[in-house]
């Protein structure tokens, strides 16, 4: 059996699902909650083998982690554009323009 | 004359440092990151360089810097107008929500006088009342077509074998080139046919209404007809002769071909190429099988997995790339989809790469008996018996009732990359697109779970193949380039 | 570029300038019809004054302009003794002068602005418009920046627009003015059927641009004005010149510009003047053409394959890339063009531009005739 714990400052909850997920095709994954963080068993699904998933899934929750930060920090630019995006063109004057 | 400044003058004073705008990232097998945001600028940068990106810590002198800025991934206090550039590129991605029904396909009948079996629909027929289309359906069509808010519309004559309801295409090329004088709305046409009944009358219709062809050509001869039987085991001979036919009588540019990947197909990516070149012919569609119809009934789609498609692809894309190194302009056309949208700002037509999906929007089939479909991979879907993509009837739906319905619009709207699991980190999401009929033929739910879905494994494996090519050949990058020209 | 010449006679109950037409020429003596600046209708002029004879009021033309001809306009201003031609009828592309003031400062302008009172140009201008042949085939407007003169200078447009309708507009303007939407709107509702305006845009690099235009903050400026017009379906061209500081990031700069400008009718990459800043900053600014060739190809391509129309400037086509020749254009006035000695051995010297007047010597160790039987420009790539 393999597995691998992280802590809640590594790698928050969802990141860990989302990490989770992505390998579903290679191992199933039993996610859960404990005091010292979020606790993963790994059973191998194919042919690579527990100890490189156990690798594949700690580098990849560390990514989505980091996904995790980089969208707080961009979540009011993001949430601008999409208005800007969105919005209609009051700013300036009708295309044909009137002369 | 004033004293003139110099350039130190004109970077921010005192650094503030940076700002991230958002974007996404995803890590190559090469240990290089690629960077991507939401109008689908991206970079590949070095490892190191991408941590100090992204502690903050990347230093203005540093090569990738300019570059991060240039392409809105950062924001630094010389310049705000990266946020005008996001918004209109942005608005310009989103233009093509706007437009509906740029593709219209008539499909004018289901006989064919080939037996492929990886062909989801056709049937080996004479029975013309049961499998052809009628006049009235298909002027039904043509009404909803032109009262649609549809302005530019491409309708694509599909079968079975449509040359054999060639009476039907005169129809309704004639009609539609009338209503489109009388409306405005500008209209093309293409008919695809494996060209074994091409008749010299065919040729000057289509040369009289301007009418594009598109064919079948799945390798050289043993492999095609392999793939392709008829009476007389003839089809590569009659699609050859068809194609030198009409390059020498239409013109060079007047008809394409595709390709279909079978199991056979798979090792010979080259001789496919040069067969292709062999005919004149200078872009080539290397396509997956899809999983619909006989195919599926047949197993062929289960004799390949995506690993090994990807190894054709590759294989068949390196081998072009080198054919235009000694100065051979070949292209290939999945590819030159995406590099359209990796580089370039406009928004992308192809209906199965579309975010929201295209279904029953960009794309709309009226089928021989009348039911109109939300794709052509919807219309294989239901000859399997699953007409969950169905829209409706020309008999009785108004064009309202077809778009407006649920099946249809959930499939839209919860296919969404942006709220989907997987694509909505993913780096490639620009670029990619749903496929809800996809996935709900091969996993029951139009969303389908990216780790084990077909379509994600190749877009991936095609779009890390184009970034590396781009990233580590400057040659094949300007080749690759060249390829989004319109 | 005024010229000296001597005012025979009383000129002192006129305005600071004078505009006339010459109407007619025989031999060294030409009759000039004045229709702004003074109550005198007509004057005679000479390039050769005959010693005897002469009216009480004439012009003594300098050698310079010999050339002056039937449907030339000039100004005269006499309190300086000078003159200039505002118009030749011969010429394919006739540009005003509408104001010295800018607010740029560009290391290698070729008019380089002075701050001055100028507003006198714009009525020379306005007078000179309806006595303009009705089929001219283009008229170009530049500066300094015309649209410092704001209101004035679009009057002028107008007027063209109902006064010449068949005749193509081209406004130089480093289009900061259009970052104000309400400017850009005044712009187009002009509807003037076939008016362009060229801006300049240096770099995908706001410091650099602002660097080479010597203003702070004035990319930001010119690319939103650029969005302004272009949301406006106004036509627009973007001009690059070439030198030491563009060509570093040029295929950078083309990527940029097919990503977000994509919507320009046209972009021009133009050889560097010798004029104005650029000599004094020639050093620092000159490039060996060839050492640039291959970005410039490069450039020109991208910009292609994204499917704007692009056009180089200035540059004779022996310096170019061959993949870079069929994007020139033989845009040198005749007067300003320039070919070398090697050139008369060139294969391409028919279709070549020569270059400025101004580079020929900068230029000359880089001139080597092509002797292929070349393939005329191929469209294909």
């Known amino acids: 059996m393999f597995e691998i714990t992280f802590a809640q400052e590594v790698a928050r909850l969802s990141a860990v699902k989302k990490a989770a997920y992505r390998l579903a095709a290679l191992c199933d994954i039993d996610i859960q909650a404990t005091p010292s963080g979020t606790r993963c068993e790994l059973r191998p699904t194919t042919d690579t083998s527990g100890a490189e998933l156990v690798a594949l899934l700690r580098a990849t929750a560390l990514d989505y982690e980091l996904r995790e930060e980089i969208a707080e920090k961009t979540s009011a630019f993001r949430d601008g554009l999409l208005a800007l995006a969105f919005a209609p063109l009051t700013r300036r004057a009708s295309e044909d323009g009137e002369v | ?486 | 570029m005024s010229s000296v010449c001597t005012l025979i006679g009383d000129w002192s109950a006129t305005d600071s300038s004078i505009v006339g037409e010459v109407v007619s020429r025989e031999a060294d003596k030409l009759t000039i019809d004045l229709f702004f600046g003074c109550a005198r209708k007509s004057i005679i002029a000479y390039f050769q004054p005959p010693a005897a004879h002469l009216a009480a009021q004439a012009i003594a033309l300098p050698a310079n302009i010999s050339h002056l001809s039937v449907g030339d306009f000039i100004a005269i201003y006499p309190k300086i003794g000078k003159l200039r031609i505002l118009f030749r009828k011969a010429s394919r592309s006739n540009n005003f002068l509408v104001t010295e003031v800018c607010d740029n400062y560009c290391l290698m302008c070729s008019q380089p602005p002075r701050n001055v009172s100028d507003e006198r140009l714009l009525d020379e201008i306005i007078a000179i418009l309806p006595r303009l042949p009705k089929d001219l085939h283009e008229i170009g407007f530049t500066g300094g920046e015309p649209m410092l003169r704001g209101e004035k200078f679009l009057r002028i447009l107008r007027l063209l627009r109902d006064e010449l309708p068949a005749t193509a507009v081209h406004v130089l303007s480093n289009g900061r003015a259009f970052s104000r939407p309400d400017v850009a709107q005044s712009w187009a509702n002009i509807r003037h059927p076939d008016l362009m305006v060229g801006i300049p845009i240096y770099s995908d690099q706001s410091d650099i641009h602002d660097y080479i235009v010597q203003a702070d903050g004035a990319f930001d400026e010119t690319v939103r004005g650029v969005l302004n017009l272009k949301a406006l379906k106004q036509a627009v061209e973007l001009r690059i010149v070439l030198h030491r500081h563009t060509i570093g990031r040029l295929e950078k700069f083309a990527y940029f510009v097919a990503r977000n400008l994509a919507a320009v009718d046209h972009v021009a990459l133009m050889g560097l003047e010798l004029m104005g800043f650029a000599i004094a900053h020639q050093d620092d600014l000159w490039i060996d053409p060839r050492e640039h060739a291959e970005a410039l190809a490069q450039a020109a391509q991208t910009l292609h394959w994204a499917g704007l129309r692009v056009s180089i400037y200035n540059l004779p086509l022996c310096v170019l890339s061959p993949d870079a020749r069929l994007f020139a254009v033989r845009s040198i006035s005749d007067w300003k063009r320039e070919y070398w000695p090697a050139c008369s051995e060139c294969s391409l010297r028919n279709q070549c531009g020569g270059a400025f007047f101004s580079s020929r010597q900068r230029m000359e160790p880089y001139i080597t005739p092509i002797r292929e039987h070349a393939a005329s420009p191929n469209p294909g790539n």
């Not at chain 2, 054709?312 to 790339?321: A, D, K, N, S, V």
Request: charged share 25%.
């Open chain 2, 1 to 486: 004359m004033a004293k003139f400044k110099l350039p130190g003058e004109f970077f921010a004073k005192e650094l503030h440092g940076y700002e991230f705008l958002p974007f996404k990232f995803h890590r190559l097998k090469t240990g290089r990151v690629f960077v991507s945001n939401i109008v689908g600028e991206w970079l590949v940068l070095d490892k190191q360089t991408f941590e100090l990106f992204i502690s903050s810590s990347l230093k203005p002198a540093a090569a990738a810097y300019a570059d991060l800025r240039a392409r809105h991934f950062l924001l630094d206090r010389d310049s705000g107008v990266a946020v005008d550039l996001l918004t209109v590129k942005l608005r310009q991605r989103l233009q093509h929500l706007r437009s509906v029904f740029g593709l219209a396909i008539f499909v004018v009948t289901l006989r064919c006088e080939h037996s492929c079996p990886y062909c989801q629909v056709s049937r080996q027929s004479d029975d013309r009342a049961s499998f052809d289309m009628s006049t009235i359906h298909a002027d039904a069509a043509l009404k909803l077509l032109f009262d649609s808010p549809a302005q530019d519309i491409k309708i694509e004559f599909q079968g079975g074998e449509p040359l054999l309801n060639f009476e039907l295409i005169q129809h309704i090329v004639l009609k539609a080139k009338r209503l489109s004088e009388v409306n405005g709305k500008a209209v093309s046409f293409v008919i695809t046919s494996n060209l074994a009944t091409l008749t010299d009358d065919v040729i000057a219709f289509c040369a009289a209404n301007n009418i594009l062809l598109s064919t079948s050509l799945d390798g050289p001869p043993e492999l095609h007809n392999k793939n392709r039987p008829r009476r007389g085991g003839n089809s590569h001979q009659l699609a050859a002769d068809g194609i030198a036919r009409i390059q020498s009588l239409l013109g060079p540019d007047r008809v394409a071909a595709l390709m279909t990947t079978t199991k056979a197909s798979l090792s010979r990516a080259v001789d496919i190429i040069d067969e292709y070149r062999r005919r004149n012919l200078h872009e080539i569609f290397l396509r997956p099988l899809s999983p619909y119809g006989f195919a599926v009934k047949t197993n062929w789609f289960k004799a390949y997995d995506q690993m090994e498609w990807l190894q054709f692809y590759r294989e068949g894309l390196r081998y072009i790339i080198d054919l235009n190194k000694c100065g051979e302009r070949v292209i290939e056309v999945y590819a030159s989809t995406i590099l359209g949208k990796m580089l370039t700002s406009r928004p992308g037509g192809y209906v199965d790469m579309m975010n929201p999906a295209g279904i029953g929007s960009r794309v709309i089939v009226f089928n021989y008996d009348g039911y109109i479909y939300a794709s052509d991979e919807a219309r294989m879907l239901s000859e399997m018996g699953d007409k969950t993509f169905r829209l409706g009837n020309l008999s009785a739906d108004s064009l309202a009732d077809l778009v407006l319905t649920d099946p249809l619009l959930d499939a839209i709207e919860e296919t969404v990359l942006e709220s989907v699991p997987m694509c909505s980190d993913c780096a490639f999401q620009p670029y990619c697109g749903a496929d809800p009929v996809y996935h709900h033929a091969t996993q029951g739910d139009a969303v389908g779970h990216k780790a084990f879905s077909g379509f994600c494994n190749r877009q991936m494996g095609i779009f890390e193949e184009l970034v590396e090519l781009m990233d580590t050949d400057p040659e094949a990058a300007r080749i690759l380039s060249s390829w989004v020209r319109q």
